[in-house]
């Protein structure tokens, strides 16, 4: 079994940062990527950010919403990726949930943090 879980949500005004950590433990070999999603009330799920690993070229890949003010790494030999989040706004607010692939395609989904921003 592979374990995904999330930490660093929470609430904070407009204009403040946050960071998101993610850590996945357990029975996976080999992960192509990690990232981030997010979900808002009513809304589909959406990509926010996904890095791969450094033996597939460690690119990054950003929702337009969130460039420049989020930046996703990873620290591939521990399978963590953080997200820091800065200059939130009240439309980043949403359940964030971290995404692994596996090198077979596989996806792992943690079980969300929460993410406010409000005044």
């Known amino acids: 079994q592979v374990q995904v879980v999330e930490s660093g949500g929470g609430l904070v005004q407009p204009g403040g940062s946050l960071r998101l950590s993610c850590a996945a433990s357990?029975?996976?070999?080999?992960?192509?990527?990690m990232g981030w999603y997010r979900q808002a009330p009513g809304k589909q799920r959406e990509l926010v950010a996904t890095i791969t690993s450094i033996t597939n070229g460690g690119y990054t890949d950003y929702a337009d919403s969130v460039k420049g003010r989020f930046t996703i790494s990873r620290d591939n030999a521990k399978n963590t990726v953080n997200l820091q989040m800065n200059s939130l706004k009240p439309e980043d607010t949403a359940v964030y949930y971290c995404n692994v692939v596996s090198d077979y395609g596989t996806n792992y989904w943690g079980q969300g943090t929460q993410v406010t921003v409000s005044s």
């Open positions: 357990g029975s996976i070999f080999s992960i192509y990527a």
